[in-house]
């Protein structure tokens, strides 16, 4: 009996680790990437995008903080009619592609 016993509290603190763990992932922020055109329109998408004869740059969360600002950059923000899934932004328009 004493056997079972010393088995069960590794197991229980196993199982333990593996519920906070998964908690702990679940709650930490989706990586998002800021993707920018030529003409200093810039958003986040969670990847690369690509579109056929169109050039964009590529930005991590931090130099959207620092760059917000710049007059050179106009950033937009998504929503359901400016999703990156379907279309991206040049010369501060948007262009929808499906």
């Not at 197991?11 to 992932?25: C, D």
């Not at 679940?26 to 030529?38: G, H, K, Q």
């Not at 690509?50 to 931090?62: E, K, M, R």
């Amino acid at each position: 009996m004493e056997h079972a016993i010393s088995y069960r509290k590794p197991i229980a603190r196993l199982a333990a680790a593996a519920v906070v763990g998964t908690g702990l992932l679940a709650a930490s922020p989706a990586l998002a990437l800021i993707t920018c055109n030529s003409d200093g329109d810039c958003w986040r998408t969670e990847e690369r995008v690509t579109f056929p004869n169109v050039t964009f740059t590529y930005h991590d969360d931090p130099w959207w903080e620092s760059h917000k600002t710049d007059k050179t950059y106009v950033f937009h923000d998504t929503d359901p009619d400016h999703d990156w899934h379907h279309g991206y932004w040049v010369k501060r328009e948007w262009r929808r592609i499906d």
